[in-house]
Each structure stands twice: as structure tokens, then as C-alpha cells.
């Protein structure tokens, strides 16, 4: 069981906007900075969002971070059919001395 | 361009111990801290530890009494020890760099920075255990 908290899947029909949550607790998403990645089908994960909002300048800026106390959110807007993935969020978390990851959310481009 | 690239042994033997090798290529090691991360078969992402240039380990809790990290300077190559494997150890293992970025600039213009984990991934190499 993974230590921050994603929906396993989530989906959306091309130009629709989706929010893939994160949760977690005051020692990860509460007090770090939270970062997501993108693994499309067969790949290594890639860096999509560091320090709660900020993009790598490879990522569109359809692709937007956001973090309310021990909570975080990846927004896609503008859906389109490469974007379907398996999305992670990930934190460093203050009682495990490491960083931990979310169980990942499959998103389907209908 | 910097790469990563994982190497070892596809099939390992239950009680048996992993070894893999991640070696660096087209940039420098110094600076960073490099990281062991598995997925097992169609699940999420585990950490399993870090270790920077001059040989200081970080292990996952959950891994602590079982895996060593080691960093060969000379060689740009990160190795990875887990002993006792079974089945459940049975995953997609990359290795992965942690980086920094700035956060802001103190008053008298000195950048603070904080880590940028995982910045870069290798491909991966599978990992099967069994007899």
C-alpha cells in the first residue's frame, strides 16, 4: 500500500480538462515540495512537475501543479490522445526519511 | 546528454542475492545523489534507497536490513545488493538521478536550492526471481 494516496484511474474524451489527486499526510505533502511523473505505456517514468507547480520546459503548459496543505493536484486541460499514461505523484516524507510515492493513476484518453 | 543505463542478471534464484549495476554516462556523478527505484509487474513505484558521491547511504525502512548501495567514482557506476530475494522482490528496477533546483535567492543573492528528485531515469532492467 502505497504511503500518499491517487485514484487508480481516472479519464477523459480529447479537449475535456482532468485533475488527477494526491493525498498525504503533514509529513510528506503537508511540509515537502511534491513532484509528478508521467509513464507512458513500456517507458521509464519521466519528470512532469517539481516543487508543487513548476515544469520542466519539455512539458506543455496544459499540464499544471497545484498543492493545498496535504493535499496536491496535476490538471490536464486540453486532453489529447498522447497524454494517456500512468501518472505518480511523490514527496519526501519527514518520518521515513526517504521519499514515497502514490499507487499511480491510469488515465484513459476516451 | 546524460544517460543512465541499468545492467545484471534477468533471473535470480529465491534466497538467492540481486546485483545491478547502473553506469552514467555523458555527464558528471558529483553533485548528485543517485537512487535504486522498483516496480513490480503492473503496480506503482518503490524507492529503495540513494547514495551520493562520497558514499552516504539512504535505505527504504522497509528494505533497510536487506539491500546495500555502493558508488564506484572511477567508473560512473552505481551498484545494487538485495539479499534474501523471493518472489516479491520480482520488479522492473531503475536507477534514477535526485538533482537540485532553486527555490529562491537569500538577501545577499546566494540561491537556495532543494532536491529535485528523479530528474532522470534509466530504461530499466526486469528482474525475475525464481528456481
Known amino acids: 500500500q502505497s504511503v500518499l494516496t491517487q485514484p487508480p484511474s481516472a479519464s477523459g474524451t480529447p479537449g475535456q480538462s482532468v485533475t488527477i489527486s494526491c493525498s498525504g499526510t503533514s509529513s510528506n505533502i503537508g511540509s515537502n515540495h511534491v513532484f509528478w511523473y508521467q509513464q507512458l505505456p513500456g517507458t521509464a517514468p519521466k519528470l512532469f512537475i517539481y516543487?508543487?507547480?513548476q515544469r520542466p520546459s519539455r512539458v506543455p503548459d496544459r499540464f499544471s501543479g497545484s498543492k493545498s496543505g496535504t493535499s496536491a493536484s496535476l490538471a490536464i486541460s486540453g486532453l489529447r490522445s498522447e497524454d494517456e499514461a500512468d501518472y505518480y505523484c511523490a514527496a519526501w516524507d519527514d518520518t521515513l526519511s526517504g521519499p514515497v510515492f502514490g499507487g499511480g493513476t491510469k488515465l484513459t484518453v476516451l | 546528454q546524460v544517460q543512465l543505463q541499468e545492467s545484471g542478471p534477468g533471473l535470480v534464484r529465491p534466497s538467492e542475492t540481486l546485483s545491478l549495476t547502473c553506469t552514467v554516462s555523458?555527464?558528471?556523478?558529483?553533485?548528485?545523489?543517485w537512487n535504486w527505484i522498483r516496480q513490480p509487474p503492473g503496480t506503482g513505484l518503490e524507492w529503495i534507497g540513494s547514495i551520493d558521491y562520497s558514499g552516504n547511504t539512504n535505505y527504504s525502512p522497509s528494505l533497510k536490513s536487506r539491500v546495500s548501495m555502493s558508488l564506484d567514482t572511477s567508473k560512473k557506476q552505481l551498484s545494487l545488493r538485495l539479499t534474501s530475494v523471493t518472489a516479491a522482490d520480482a520488479a522492473l528496477y531503475f536507477c534514477a538521478r535526485t538533482g537540485d533546483y532553486v527555490t529562491s535567492y537569500l538577501a545577499w543573492g546566494a540561491p537556495r536550492t532543494a532536491p529535485l528528485f528523479f530528474d532522470l531515469w534509466g530504461r530499466g532492467t526486469l528482474v525475475t526471481v525464481s528456481s
Open positions: 555523458g555527464g558528471t556523478i558529483r553533485s548528485y545523489y
Open positions: 516543487g508543487d507547480d
